[in-house]
Nanobody, 116 residues
Framework: QVQLVESGGGLVQAGGSLRLSCVAS????????MGWYRQAPGKQRELVAT???????NYADSVKGRFTISRDNVKNTMYLQMNSLKPEDTAVYYC??????????WGQGTQVTVSS
């Protein structure tokens, strides 16, 4: 099992930037894919971006060209660089891991608020 701790959320004006971090611990050797999801009030949790152990990335259409997912295997940390933020990006952002046994792990979430 993998434990995840997110940080880096906050309040930013539209057009601004934030970088989220997710530190992983535990059975890191068994990680297949890491990712970021978000959930806005009254809405379902949705995929933002994923990155595999081979660093293949995937993005939701709504964030393509604005967000960049990356990982530092030495620091066991995943990042989400968010640029050109919009009010509709406001949500709680969750770090996620899918391991090779198809077990899902989630972080506690970090709030991102974008003011107009």
């Amino acid at each position: 099992q993998v434990q995840l701790v997110e940080s880096g959320g906050g309040l930013v004006q539209a057009g601004g930037s934030l970088r989220l971090s997710c530190v992983a611990s535990g059975s890191i050797f068994n990680v297949f894919r890491m990712g970021w999801y978000r959930q806005a009030p009254g809405k379902q949790r949705e995929l933002v971006a994923t990155i595999t152990s081979e660093s293949t990335t995937n993005y939701a259409d709504s964030v393509k060209g604005r967000f960049t997912i990356s990982r530092d295997n030495v620091k066991n940390t995943m990042y989400l660089q968010m640029n050109s933020l919009k009010p509709e990006d406001t949500a709680v952002y969750y770090c996620h891991v899918l391991d090779r046994d198809f077990f899902n792990s989630w972080g506690q979430g970090t709030q991102v608020t974008v003011s107009s």
